[in-house]
């Protein structure tokens, strides 16, 4: 609390925004200690929680083969919540500051598998920056493929999950219009 300017009957208002703003003071990031410290992290640390975040992935992937449901596919909001709670964790200490990277590839191949995407991830150009970090995809194609009709067999209707069909927004930020918002104009 004294780091954040919260130990007296007073707030320190200044050193409250630094604490929010870099952090509580922390350990070295695990990724600068000796290579037999990284090494014990990433075997006891983060393998096995790359090991959980694929069986939840392979355990959609059976789900999906088995027809359950498109909202039976993806692992609960709870379980999810506390992969990324376990991931900011990991990647805090071994950065310095916690992403979710790792956790996000997974969850974008998870909803592939739930209906709710109208397309494949994989099938979009892509190209990775020379340090893995960053993935460049081609605007143009991925356009394409939200505003191309759904595929469905003679006579079927296309599989749609949820009430309403979802709509590509604006830019590549606005990925997309949110299904359960419905402008007045659309009613």
């Not at 709870?78 to 992969?83: I, K, Q």
């Not at 595929?151 to 079927?156: D, P, V, Y």
């Amino acid at each position: 609390l004294e780091g954040a300017g919260l130990n007296g009957p007073g707030v320190d208002y200044s050193k409250l925004v630094r604490w929010l703003l870099e952090g509580p003071v922390s350990r070295s990031p695990v990724k600068t200690l000796s290579a037999e410290k990284r090494s014990d992290f990433l075997l006891q640390r983060w393998l096995p929680f790359q090991g959980i975040v694929q069986r939840h992935l392979a355990e959609a992937r059976e789900r999906k083969a088995s027809g359950f449901s498109a909202h039976e596919v993806m692992p609960s909001h709870e379980t999810l919540s506390l992969l990324v709670e376990q991931n900011l964790a990991l990647t805090e200490a071994w950065h310095g500051r916690g992403n979710i990277s790792m956790l996000y590839e997974a969850f974008m191949e998870m909803a592939e598998l739930d209906g709710h995407s109208v397309y494949v991830f994989r099938d979009i150009p892509q190209q990775r920056s020379s340090d893995g970090y960053t993935r460049v995809l081609d605007g143009q194609a991925r356009r394409r493929l939200y505003s191309a009709k759904p595929q469905s067999s003679a006579g079927a209707e296309p599989l749609l999950v949820g009430r309403m069909q979802q709509n590509a927004g604006e830019s590549a930020i606005d990925n997309l219009q949110l299904p359960n918002i419905m402008r007045r104009q659309d009613a």
